[in-house]
């Protein structure tokens, strides 16, 4: 079994996310996940990137007062953000949330996901596989284009507890073909933390090995984490390092452990965290 790992990539604070991908790029990160935020800095970004695929995660309401639904000009503007830098960020896909703005229409959301790369759909907290199912369904039979999934293991881990990997069959043949797509992160049952992993919260490791090794998963998973400080980004190093030996890639995690101190260094540098 193998699989690539990556991480999300956003700004923080005024740290733009040129400056992380450096230091991605300093630990040969195969993946990054970014959000519109990228394109407040897409000339430097694009100047300093050296992971071979990407995906952009798309708006959504909660977080950004916007998805894919809203009728504003904005975004369409991310829309075309996205095409204009799809061969220079090589992204693979775009993560999409089910839409949630009232105000909004399905009829914008299924126009602008057939001019996106691959739309992953995501599991939502507290929704069942059979709702899942159905926002799938109905989307591809509103859409004239392939759908993948993103797996949010976090998710899955609020709504299903000690269950959050026993996923039916529509899920597993969406994840075992090329296009499989994970989300993993340190969590809790009650709130998706975001948190590095073995550090705070409850999302337990082991049964994770296992799932991805059970299924010799081949994707992406991407670690969605949210570091605030230069502990917290520290604790994102130990996480990659983690995932790096399950996924079997033991020379880039013996690599990444010894280039950890100037990593660091050159970390606190970059970001005056």
């Not at 798309?58 to 369409?76: H, K, N, R």
């Not at 998706?192 to 992993?197: K, S």
């Not at 520290?234 to 996924?247: D, E, H, P």
Request: glycine share 4%; charged share 20%.
């Amino acid at each position: 079994m193998t699989f690539i790992t990556g991480l999300s990539i956003q700004q923080l604070n005024d740290i733009l996310p040129s400056t992380l991908v450096k230091i991605a790029s300093a630990i040969r990160l195969k993946h990054i996940e970014f959000d519109l935020t990228v394109f407040n800095d897409i000339e430097n970004v694009i100047k300093v990137l050296e992971a071979p695929q990407t995906v952009i995660h798309a708006p959504y309401l909660e977080d950004y007062g916007i998805d894919l639904s809203t009728d504003d000009p904005v975004v369409d503007q991310f829309v075309d953000n996205v095409l204009a830098a799809q061969n220079d960020l090589n992204i693979i896909g775009v993560v999409v949330h089910p839409p949630t703005d009232a105000s909004g229409s399905w009829e914008n959301f299924y126009d602008r996901l057939e001019k996106l790369p691959l739309p992953l759909l995501e599991n939502m907290p507290y929704q069942s596989w059979d709702e899942f199912k159905e926002f799938i369904e109905t989307t591809q039979a509103n859409v004239n284009r392939h759908l993948g999934m993103c797996f949010d293991m976090p998710h899955s881990w609020i709504t299903y507890g000690e269950l959050f990997l026993e996923l039916p069959a529509f899920c597993m043949d969406l994840l075992r073909s090329s296009n499989g797509y994970i989300h993993i992160s340190g969590g809790t049952r009650e709130e998706d933390t975001h948190f590095p992993l073995l550090t705070e919260g409850d999302m337990p490791i082991s049964p994770i090995r296992e799932f991805l090794n059970a299924n010799s998963f081949s994707g992406t998973v991407t670690m969605e984490l949210a570091p605030r400080s230069i502990e917290d980004l520290n604790k994102v190093f130990q996480s990659y390092m983690l995932m790096l030996g399950i996924a079997g890639k033991r020379l880039h995690k013996l690599q990444v452990k010894l280039k950890h101190p100037f990593i660091m260094r050159k970390a606190r540098q970059l970001t005056n965290f």
